[in-house]
């Protein structure tokens, strides 16, 4: 695991439970005290924690953590893969589908590169230089505010665009779900782009590793029903996904060793990894 994944998931870990001992963290992150207490340092510096003797306790808000794309596309890299592997047979040739900007769906439109007749819509600019070489592949982008942390295009402009289409379905990635209160995530205007993209789509589709379940973020998107298809890896917990089908939403587990029968050719715009 790099550096930057394991103080990724120590974020993760204290934006749950705001506090953390060393030799929890030596166990979930499977390296020595050494290594943990040089990340705990280096985020100390970066003022996401404190250090006490022992561990560490946040002084990040539980709810706005929001982190960059480029430490997201590195975080449960293998359960995102066989994520999209399973979401790629949910997309047919001839629709037309919006893939939001998220790191777990540009990781699914890897995998259409060889699709005919599909129309993708996109607010993501590394989506769109992933899909630009593709014959089959007709690609139209909202445009917009661009969060440069996340490389997702938000405001008004994009609000503008997804106002006046229609899609067959809409991809998105979730940031936090909880059974009882739905799906939130860190930024307002991104909640605002999740509502947008799904009142345009037929079949609303979304994509989530299990370290997503359980959490809330700071802005609401809408109740865990808004979703009709939810694609998962075989880590999430079987509480939740009975919870969801309960609650009528089709879901799709992965199982960690999917993969793609060609590898696919990553084209990025910048190295965001």
């Known amino acids: 695991m790099l550096a930057e994944e394991r103080r990724f998931r120590i974020r993760e870990i204290l934006s749950g439970q705001r506090t953390i001992t060393a030799s929890d963290l030596c166990a979930a992150l499977g390296v020595t005290a050494a290594t943990v207490r040089r990340d705990l340092a280096a985020?100390?510096?970066?003022?996401?924690?404190?250090r006490s003797h022992g561990g560490a306790v946040s002084r990040m808000s539980s709810t706005n953590f929001q982190p960059s794309y480029e430490t997201l596309s590195h975080s449960h890299s293998g359960e995102k893969h066989a994520i999209a592997v399973a979401a790629e047979h949910l997309v047919l040739?001839?629709?037309t589908?919006?893939?939001?900007g998220s790191t777990t769906v540009y990781e699914l439109a890897c995998g259409l590169n060889q699709r005919n007749r599909l129309t993708v819509v996109t607010n993501s600019p590394t989506i769109v230089c992933q899909l630009q070489r593709s014959s089959g592949v007709t690609v139209l982008c909202t445009g917009g505010d661009?969060?440069?942390?996340?490389?997702?295009?938000?405001?008004?402009?994009?609000?503008r665009a997804l106002s006046e289409i229609r899609l067959d379905k809409a991809i998105l990635g979730v940031s936090a779900i909880d059974l009882s209160y739905g799906i939130s995530t860190a930024n307002h205007a991104e909640a605002q782009i999740k509502k947008m993209i799904m009142r345009a789509a037929k079949t609303r589709i979304a994509l989530a590793d299990h370290s997503k379940f359980g959490t809330q973020s700071f802005a609401y998107v809408g109740p865990v029903a808004d979703i009709d298809v939810l694609v998962t890896d075989s880590g999430t917990d079987p509480k939740y996904?009975?919870?969801?089908?309960?609650?009528?939403?089709?879901?799709?587990?992965?199982?960690l060793q999917e993969t793609r029968k060609?590898?696919?050719?990553?084209?990025?715009?910048?190295?965001?990894g």
């Open 93 to 95: 040739d001839g629709e």
């Open 97 to 100: 589908v919006f893939l939001e």
């Open 241 to 255: 996904i009975k919870g969801l089908r309960e609650a009528g939403v089709e879901v799709v587990v992965a199982e």
């Open 43 to 50: 985020l100390e510096q970066d003022g996401v924690l404190v």
């Open 146 to 159: 661009l969060q440069k942390d996340t490389f997702y295009f938000s405001g008004e402009w994009a609000q």
């Open 262 to 272: 060609t590898p696919h050719k990553r084209t990025h715009a910048n190295k965001t």
